[in-house]
């Protein structure tokens, strides 16, 4: 995928989020923002993207939870 290709589902998933309701595709969608800037340096393999998406994303839910159970709890 090219790099505008992952600007454009980042941008649907952020989207996608106002109408959804939830917190968790806004992390999706940050992701494939962060996937697709790194793509622009680095000509990755569609399967180099999808790993690196998946931990992105993995990585970004975790932390947004974490804060979002900080900020519960504060």
Known sequence: MSYMEWFSLGLLLVLLELFVPGVYLVW??????????????????????????GLISVVFALTGCNVFILLLAG
Request: aromatic share 20%; proline share 0%; charged share 10%.
């Open 28 to 53: 999706f969608g940050l992701s494939a923002f962060v996937t697709g800037a790194l793509t622009i340096y680095h000509d990755f393999t569609v399967i180099e993207q999808s790993l690196v998406f």
